[in-house]
């Protein structure tokens, strides 16, 4: 079955860096492009960043672009974000998602981790 | 890349349907049909209940359904039921090729 693992997740210090982990299993790995998605404590949802499939292309919200990067390792079925240069609004549940949109329009996410928290803070 | 704008909150009886309206842009909700709203309970991970404005994945009751017109797109839940209580979230394909959710609503079944 399709299964999603966030790990690397904790408390860092502001302008520091953190780098997450989300391990697929279950699936093709390289047929599939992959998002970052986050949630503020008491705060909605806000999409973060997708690498496409092949990791030809990666595309950030603007709140994050410039300090996080996204990339894919296929040899170990993992997608990371590297998060740097972090502050107190990035504090929040770090969801990894598949897409499962077939136009690229990033329409379908059916497959989500269980998240990993983020805390910036002194 | 503003949020889509959502209702804070909607709520109804049992039994009852309600709408929860999502606007954008002609930049993304109005020119894209890649609209989505995901059901988020505390503590769980979102689930897609529809895609592509109006299709609805395996396993998803047809009480849930989408429309769209112009810059913005709609859910409706017919026949609630007191486990459709949960925060509701549309999210829309941008002409940046980003995307961006709404900023949520929150659904009390009475």
């Known amino acids: 079955q399709v299964q999603l693992v966030e790990s690397g997740g904790g408390v860092v210090q502001p302008g520091r860096s953190l780098r997450l982990s989300c391990a697929a299993s279950?699936?093709?790995?390289?047929?599939?492009?992959m998002h970052w998605v986050r949630q503020a404590p008491g705060k909605g949802l806000e999409w973060v960043a997708v690498?496409?499939?092949?990791?030809?292309?990666?595309y950030y919200a603007d709140s994050v672009r410039g300090r996080f990067t996204i990339s894919r390792d296929s040899s170990k079925n993992t997608v990371y974000l590297q998060m740097n240069s972090l502050r107190a609004e990035d504090t929040g549940v770090y969801y990894c998602?598949?897409?499962?949109?077939?136009?690229?329009?990033?329409?379908?996410?059916?497959?989500w981790g269980q998240g990993t928290l983020v805390t910036v803070s002194s | 890349q503003s949020a889509l704008t959502q209702p804070p909150s909607v709520s109804g009886s049992p039994g009852q349907s309600v709408t929860i309206s999502c606007t954008g842009t002609?930049?993304?909700?109005?020119?894209?049909?890649?609209v989505s709203w995901y059901q988020k309970s505390p503590g769980t991970a979102p689930k897609l209940i529809i895609y592509d404005v109006s299709n609805r994945p395996s396993g998803v009751p047809d009480r849930f359904s989408g429309s769209k017109s112009g810059n913005t797109a709609s859910l409706t839940i017919s026949g609630l039921q007191a486990e459709d209580e949960a925060d509701y979230y549309c999210?829309?394909?941008?002409?940046?090729?980003?995307?961006?959710f709404g900023g949520g609503t929150k659904l009390t079944v009475l």
């Open positions: 002609s930049s993304d909700v109005g020119s894209y049909n890649s």
């Open positions: 690498i496409w499939y092949d990791g030809s292309k990666t």
């Open positions: 999210t829309s394909y941008t002409s940046s090729s980003t995307l961006v």
């Open positions: 279950g699936f093709t790995f390289n047929n599939h492009g």
């Open positions: 998602a598949r897409d499962d949109d077939t136009n690229s329009q990033y329409s379908k996410f059916e497959y």
